[in-house]
């Protein structure tokens, strides 16, 4: 079975920073992307970033310029380095992976919380 698991996450002053982690418990074959998505009661998790196997990432627009998602040389671990945060961002911060073989499969953490005070 795949398991992700999500650290990093807290209370942090606004204009601070933090920096996520998602570590993958068990081998993902197939792999074609890993990525970060958030959510706040009442809306849809949305996408905070994500890297594909070739490198390419995509960044929600909120984030730009301020988030930046990296990767071990293994994809064990996945980062996001959050900067400049702001009250905004307050979230429930999941990691994801994308599996793809004759199907397509995703796979999530259970989140981690981050919380920016103003």
């Known amino acids: 079975q795949v398991q992700l698991v999500e650290s990093g996450g807290g209370l942090v002053q606004s204009g601070g920073s933090l920096r996520l982690a998602c570590t993958t418990s068990?081998?993902?074959?197939?792999?074609?992307?890993m990525g970060w998505y958030r959510q706040v009661p009442g809306k849809e998790r949305q996408l905070v970033a994500r890297?594909?196997?070739?490198?390419?990432?995509d960044y929600g627009d909120s984030v730009q310029g301020r988030f930046t998602i990296s990767r071990d040389y293994s994809w064990n671990f996945v980062y996001l380095q959050m900067n400049s945060l702001r009250p905004e961002d307050t979230a429930v911060y999941y990691c994801?992976?994308?599996?793809?073989?004759?199907?397509?499969?995703?796979?999530w953490g259970p989140g981690t919380q981050v919380t920016v005070s103003s």
């Open positions: 068990g081998s993902i074959p197939n792999l074609v992307a």
């Open positions: 890297m594909n196997r070739g490198g390419g990432t």
């Open positions: 994801n992976a994308v599996q793809a073989a004759n199907t397509v499969a995703q796979y």
